[in-house]
């Protein structure tokens, strides 16, 4: 008897549009001998199958075992179809994306594969130096999309229709550019022109491209500002010291590191020492900025990276840097087009009035980018891939929700003040967005209001609540006051520092019942549920909850913000705390720290802290790295930017002898409740120290030393007292790897479980989705 036939529907969830997910099915079902269709709708993917169980059988497991490189199956449901459908034997199509409620991801923008490289780099290609070719295996996606269904007409590309050879290549489903929405060619696509600093064509040689003159400019010297894929980038000759120094003068970046980008990882490895994790993220899909260890700084400008152990590194990731990159033996400046601290110009108009002044030429191109995206950031620590900027590559593809939250009410978390990120919470997962800066930029904060609204529309979602930080200021804060007012959501404030827990928790997949663990957050400052300034905080916390119990003892922020631009407030004011301005004098009044203070408004500063005038007690972490950090002379009158008194006495740290006896004590006071970490005996055999001339870098790496041991013995200790065998690490100090590996190593030979970020960042970045799956517990 001839085997019967069934009909079935196969519902794939995940990332499974603009990936060449539908040519895959197409293939392996024509391969199995099935009839059916298939279709993109809001849902992701629809299969309708007729053949025999045993081949549909066969065809599933195929189907996840050759998934395509960019897609992501998170759920595949078989059914019965409710009606049966009409299929010739052996016919199977790829039909009209349906439209419906949108419960599928977006992919992220993805690097240039291997055979469009070579297509472009091919003078018998058709596609010989064309600057936006790609497939289904790469090229933009996030940066160019407007709204779900992942289609042609709903992307920048609808400007673009394709001529003949590329409608060709798109409807052949035996071809890589099949539904390859950005498909295009010279003949039909976006072009690329270059300009002068006034905004007038430049001139092009006739044996070159404007490609190749940009190129040929950059090794004249001068600054070019480049249109990516998800911004715009300034580039200069990274061994072009007066270059380099132009573009930071120009930029007003004064020692922040710049990204650098190199044509392969031979070229990289003159510079830094690349181990095979660091390899296979540079030559990833995302392609982000990787952190890697500098062992030949002094090969490129000193300007470079100032006061730095690490450059990053990036390799091209879209044909045009390919192409630009090709004749290049040493690296590119590729820093974000803007003024330093506003967002990165996306738009051509935008980019000639914002980079006047900066960018003496403009390669520029007429494809829209719809989304801006910032380029990725990640270092190896502690033998993981750490993400510390979430954005092109990445975003916005949804992380799977652990266990217990597969029935969670959409959430719409809005992140914090800086790095901010904004989160959607829906079906069980989040769709974290990228990166898009400090909202204290008002450019930027309306960059984020503009992305609140597209993520809204663009995943078709319907919040029934908003998550804040407690933070009263907060711009974001604010706006999510508002939003709900309006629209008569529920509004839920969560403290910063819980957030940073329960993201991590997430990021680690911690199913939502699994019971508490004591979270160590360790960042710059967030708002306590006191009222005053936390950062150096140990709590016992789930998703629904959490108990402040420990924290580092408080010292005070002389003048507010201006301590944590100037370090040396900071130090003054934790050695009036911590040891007392008296004892210092008498003790240590010899050393070179305390002829400092001569002119430095002492009486002033004693006033405000004894009266609490603008001196806000704070538990900070941050602000302790940047007493100590004051304390050493580094970056003691003023920073530059965010965390670079702790990033460059980290540096100092790793110039010690690896000898290192141990480190500075710091004790504990269980008297109080909740208990306090007492940074005092640390000042006074860091003082001594000083006193005996000790080198610097000792000094700095006793310190990491010494707090690393603290931290790891009190949660050990709070661990042991509240029986729980977890220990999550959250915040923005814990990017500095030397603490960050120190403490992770301690608390796993103390037998505890170790819980910290890989796929969002430890910093600010990551507490959106904290904010969210807090949000969502309390209806769970």
């Given at each position: 008897?001839?085997?019967?036939?069934?009909?079935?529907?196969?519902?794939?969830?995940?990332?499974?549009?603009?990936?060449?997910?539908?040519?895959?099915?197409?293939?392996?079902?024509?391969?199995?001998?099935?009839?059916?269709?298939?279709?993109?709708?809001?849902?992701?993917?629809?299969?309708?199958?007729?053949?025999?169980?045993?081949?549909i059988?066969d065809?599933?497991?195929?189907?996840?075992?050759?998934?395509?490189?960019?897609?992501?199956?998170?759920?595949?449901e078989?059914?019965?179809?409710?009606?049966?459908?009409?299929?010739?034997?052996?016919?199977?199509?790829?039909?009209?994306?349906?439209?419906?409620?949108?419960?599928?991801?977006?992919?992220?923008?993805?690097?240039?594969?291997?055979?469009?490289?070579?297509?472009?780099?091919?003078?018998?290609?058709?596609?010989?130096?064309?600057?936006?070719?790609?497939?289904?295996?790469?090229?933009?996606?996030?940066?160019?999309?407007?709204?779900?269904?992942?289609?042609?007409?709903?992307?920048?590309?609808?400007?673009?229709?394709?001529?003949?050879?590329?409608?060709?290549?798109?409807?052949d489903?035996?071809?890589?550019?099949?539904?390859?929405?950005?498909n295009?060619?010279?003949?039909?696509?976006?072009?690329?022109?270059?300009?002068?600093?006034?905004?007038?064509?430049?001139?092009?040689?006739?044996?070159?491209?404007a490609?190749?003159?940009?190129?040929?400019?950059?090794?004249?010297?001068?600054?070019?500002?480049?249109?990516?894929?998800?911004?715009?980038?300034?580039?200069?000759?990274?061994?072009?010291?007066?270059?380099?120094?132009?573009?930071?003068?120009?930029?007003?970046?004064?020692?922040k590191?710049?990204?650098?980008?190199?044509?392969?990882?031979?070229?990289?490895?003159?510079?830094?020492?690349?181990?095979?994790?660091?390899?296979?993220?540079?030559?990833?899909?995302a392609?982000?900025?990787?952190?890697?260890?500098a062992?030949?700084?002094?090969?490129?400008?000193?300007?470079?990276?100032?006061?730095?152990?690490?450059?990053?590194?990036?390799?091209?990731?879209?044909?045009?840097?390919?192409?630009?990159?090709?004749?290049?033996?040493?690296?590119?400046?590729?820093?974000?087009?803007?003024?330093?601290?506003?967002?990165?110009?996306?738009?051509?108009?935008?980019?000639?009035?914002?980079?006047?002044?900066?960018?003496?030429?403009?390669?520029?191109?007429?494809?829209?980018?719809?989304?801006?995206?910032?380029?990725?950031?990640?270092?190896?620590?502690?033998?993981?891939?750490?993400?510390?900027?979430?954005?092109?590559?990445?975003?916005?593809?949804?992380?799977?929700?652990?266990?217990?939250?597969?029935?969670?009410?959409?959430?719409?978390?809005?992140?914090?003040?800086?790095?901010?990120?904004?989160?959607?919470?829906?079906?069980?997962?989040?769709?974290?967005?990228?990166?898009?800066?400090?909202?204290?930029?008002?450019?930027?904060?309306?960059?984020?209001?503009?992305?609140?609204?597209?993520?809204?529309?663009?995943?078709?979602?319907?919040?029934?609540?908003?998550?804040?930080?407690?933070?009263?200021?907060?711009?974001s804060?604010?706006?999510?006051?508002?939003?709900?007012?309006?629209?008569?959501?529920?509004?839920?404030?969560?403290?910063?520092?819980?957030?940073?827990?329960?993201?991590?928790?997430?990021?680690?997949?911690?199913?939502?019942?699994?019971?508490?663990?004591?979270?160590?957050?360790?960042?710059?400052?967030?708002?306590?549920?006191?009222?005053?300034?936390?950062?150096?905080?140990f709590?016992?916390?789930?998703?629904?909850?959490?108990?402040?119990?420990?924290?580092?003892a408080?010292?005070?922020?002389?003048?507010?913000?201006?301590?944590?631009?100037?370090?040396?407030?900071?130090?003054?004011?934790?050695?009036?705390?911590?040891?007392?301005?008296?004892?210092?004098?008498?003790e240590?009044?010899?050393?070179?720290?305390?002829?400092?203070?001569?002119?430095?408004?002492?009486?002033?500063?004693?006033?405000?802290?004894?009266?609490?005038?603008?001196?806000?007690?704070?538990?900070?972490?941050?602000?302790?790295?940047?007493?100590?950090?004051?304390?050493?002379?580094?970056?003691?009158?003023t920073?530059?930017?965010?965390?670079?008194?702790?990033?460059?006495?980290?540096?100092?740290?790793?110039?010690?002898?690896?000898?290192?006896?141990?480190?500075?004590?710091f004790?504990?006071?269980t008297?109080?409740?909740?208990?306090?970490?007492?940074?005092?005996?640390?000042?006074?055999?860091?003082?001594?120290?000083?006193?005996?001339?000790?080198?610097?870098?000792?000094?700095?790496?006793?310190?990491?030393?010494?707090?690393?041991?603290?931290?790891?013995?009190?949660?050990?200790?709070?661990?042991?007292?509240?029986?729980?065998?977890?220990?999550?690490?959250?915040?923005?100090?814990?990017?500095?790897?030397?603490?960050?590996?120190?403490?992770?190593?301690?608390?796993?030979?103390?037998?505890?479980?170790?819980?910290?970020?890989s796929?969002?960042?430890?910093?600010?970045?990551?507490?959106?989705?904290?904010?969210?799956?807090?949000?969502?517990?309390?209806?769970?």
């Amino acid at each position: 008897m001839p085997v019967p036939l069934i009909c079935e529907s196969i519902r794939v969830r995940g990332l499974v549009q603009g990936v060449g997910f539908r040519p895959t099915v197409w293939r392996l079902a024509r391969d199995c001998g099935l009839s059916g269709d298939v279709r993109n709708d809001g849902a992701g993917v629809l299969i309708r199958l007729l053949g025999q169980a045993a081949v549909i059988d066969d065809f599933v497991a195929r189907l996840i075992r050759e998934c395509p490189p960019l897609a992501r199956i998170d759920a595949l449901e078989r059914s019965v179809p409710g009606e049966a459908f009409e299929s010739a034997p052996g016919g199977f199509s790829i039909v009209a994306s349906d439209g419906g409620d949108v419960h599928t991801g977006v992919v992220a923008d993805a690097a240039t594969c291997a055979a469009c490289r070579e297509e472009v780099l091919d003078p018998t290609n058709r596609r010989y130096r064309y600057p936006f070719t790609n497939c289904t295996h790469c090229g933009p996606r996030l940066s160019i999309v407007h709204r779900i269904p992942y289609d042609r007409a709903n992307t920048s590309m609808a400007a673009f229709p394709m001529c003949p050879a590329c409608e060709s290549e798109y409807a052949d489903p035996a071809d890589r550019r099949f539904h390859a929405q950005p498909n295009a060619c010279a003949v039909c696509g976006p072009r690329v022109w270059l300009e002068d600093a006034h905004g007038a064509p430049a001139r092009v040689d006739a044996a070159e491209d404007a490609i190749a003159t940009a190129s040929r400019l950059l090794r004249q010297g001068r600054v070019v500002a480049i249109k990516g894929i998800g911004g715009f980038h300034l580039a200069c000759d990274a061994c072009n010291a007066d270059a380099v120094a132009s573009l930071r003068q120009r930029k007003r970046r004064y020692r922040k590191p710049f990204a650098l980008m190199a044509r392969d990882l031979e070229a990289i490895e003159r510079y830094c020492s690349i181990d095979e994790s660091e390899r296979a993220l540079l030559g990833s899909s995302a392609a982000p900025v990787v952190l890697l260890r500098a062992v030949h700084q002094s090969r490129l400008a000193a300007e470079v990276a100032p006061g730095q152990s690490t450059l990053g590194f990036m390799l091209p990731y879209s044909p045009l840097h390919h192409l630009l990159l090709e004749n290049w033996d040493t690296p590119l400046v590729m820093t974000s087009g803007n003024l330093s601290e506003e967002p990165q110009c996306t738009a051509n108009e935008d980019a000639g009035r914002r980079l006047a002044g900066i960018a003496d030429h403009y390669l520029l191109h007429d494809r829209e980018i719809v989304n801006r995206v910032d380029d990725s950031v990640v270092r190896v620590m502690d033998d993981r891939p750490r993400v510390l900027r979430r954005a092109r590559g990445y975003a916005p593809s949804p992380l799977v929700l652990p266990a217990g939250f597969e029935r969670a009410a959409p959430v719409l978390a809005l992140g914090g003040e800086l790095k901010n990120t904004l989160c959607l919470l829906k079906d069980g997962q989040a769709i974290a967005s990228q990166h898009l800066g400090d909202l204290e930029d008002a450019c930027t904060a309306d960059d984020f209001e503009r992305t609140v609204d597209l993520y809204r529309q663009l995943f078709q979602h319907r919040p029934g609540a908003v998550a804040v930080d407690l933070h009263p200021d907060y711009r974001s804060t604010r706006y999510g006051q508002a939003l709900a007012a309006r629209e008569g959501l529920e509004l839920i404030m969560v403290q910063h520092h819980f957030a940073h827990i329960a993201s991590v928790l997430a990021d680690c997949g911690r199913a939502l019942d699994a019971g508490p663990v004591i979270g160590v957050a360790l960042d710059g400052l967030g708002f306590g549920a006191d009222g005053t300034i936390w950062g150096g905080e140990f709590l016992l916390a789930d998703y629904r909850g959490y108990r402040r119990v420990a924290h580092l003892a408080p010292a005070p922020m002389p003048g507010g913000t201006k301590a944590i631009l100037e370090p040396w407030r900071n130090t003054y004011a934790h050695l009036a705390t911590h040891v007392g301005w008296d004892r210092f004098v008498q003790e240590f009044g010899g050393i070179e720290l305390a002829e400092y203070w001569h002119g430095k408004p002492l009486e002033l500063l004693g006033t405000m802290i004894a009266r609490a005038i603008n001196a806000p007690q704070s538990s900070s972490c941050g602000r302790l790295f940047d007493a100590v950090a004051g304390a050493l002379g580094v970056c003691r009158e003023t920073i530059a930017y965010e965390g670079q008194a702790a990033i460059e006495l980290e540096v100092l740290a790793l110039s010690a002898d690896t000898t290192l006896e141990q480190g500075y004590p710091f004790a504990v006071d269980t008297q109080v409740d909740p208990w306090i970490l007492d940074p005092a005996p640390m000042w006074q055999a860091l003082l001594t120290d000083l006193q005996q001339g000790v080198p610097l870098p000792t000094i700095a790496a006793r310190f990491h030393a010494g707090l690393a041991d603290a931290v790891v013995g009190l949660a050990g200790r709070l661990a042991a007292s509240h029986q729980v065998d977890s220990v999550a690490l959250s915040g923005g100090v814990l990017q500095n790897k030397t603490l960050f590996q120190a403490v992770a190593r301690g608390l796993r030979e103390s037998g505890l479980h170790v819980l910290s970020h890989s796929r969002v960042p430890t910093n600010d970045g990551g507490l959106s989705l904290g904010q969210a799956v807090v949000a969502a517990a309390r209806g769970l």
